[in-house]
């Protein structure tokens, strides 16, 4: 399967609800977090079929560090599905 990649920029306090958002959505292979000037804070691989208490402690210092950064951006590397355009 083909990987693309998406970029979201949002402020620290929509972080955490957007982290949870794109593990809700499952097809996302690995999620890094970097502030506006491109220094990464978090990078971490989303493995199809783990759900729960797993993600947790990923979603407790997401959290903490909305709370720390103003503005910051989202990589995103998600599996393209059969049929799905470019």
């Given at each position: 399967?083909?990987?693309k990649k998406e970029t979201f920029t949002i402020n620290g306090e929509q972080l955490l609800?957007?982290?949870?958002e794109l593990i809700k959505e499952g097809n996302i292979r690995?999620?890094?977090i970097s502030d506006k000037?491109?220094?990464e804070f978090m990078s971490f691989p989303?493995?199809?079929g783990?759900?729960?208490?797993?993600f947790l402690p990923v979603l407790a210092a997401v959290g903490a560090m909305?709370?720390?950064i103003t503005e910051c951006t989202i990589s995103v590397e998600r599996e393209e599905q059969p049929g799905e355009q470019q």
């Open positions: 399967m083909a990987v609800n957007k982290v949870k690995k999620v890094t000037n491109g220094k989303l493995t199809v783990v759900v729960g208490t797993v909305a709370a720390l």
